[in-house]
């Protein structure tokens, strides 16, 4: 079945910039609904950016302006492009991916840590 693998995360300055990928396996990469959640430490899971099909994105307040989530179906990989990281972004980032009966799968997750 669905496997996705997600790479990218690390340790950066406030400022900095980070590219996340998920990669999707065992699937034709036809999904519905691409999103990126993350989860902070003592919070609770939160979207942060997703894709649809009909192409709307859309993205939580907070990062509005600095990431862009996109998308490769060649390469069957989801992308979160981060720019002017700050601390509040630190956090564990999951890929999700929807098919079309919006059954939903996760991947393991990448830690992004933001400071100084």
């Known amino acids: 079945q669905v496997q996705l693998a997600e790479s990218g995360g690390g340790s950066v300055q406030p400022g900095g910039s980070l590219r996340l990928s998920c990669v999707a396996s065992?699937?034709?990469?036809?999904?519905?609904?691409m999103a990126w959640y993350r989860q902070a430490p003592g919070k609770q899971r939160e979207l942060v950016a997703s894709?649809?099909?009909?192409?709307?994105?859309t993205y939580t307040d907070s990062v509005k302006g600095r990431f862009t989530i996109s998308r490769d179906n060649d390469k069957n990989t989801v992308y979160l492009q981060m720019n002017s990281l700050t601390p509040e972004d630190t956090a564990v980032y999951y890929c999700?991916?929807?098919?079309?009966?919006?059954?939903?799968?996760w991947g393991q997750g990448t830690q992004v840590t933001v400071s100084s």
């Open positions: 065992g699937s034709r990469f036809n999904f519905w609904v």
């Open positions: 999700n991916l929807k098919d079309s009966a919006f059954r939903a799968f």
């Open positions: 894709w649809q099909r009909s192409g709307t994105t």
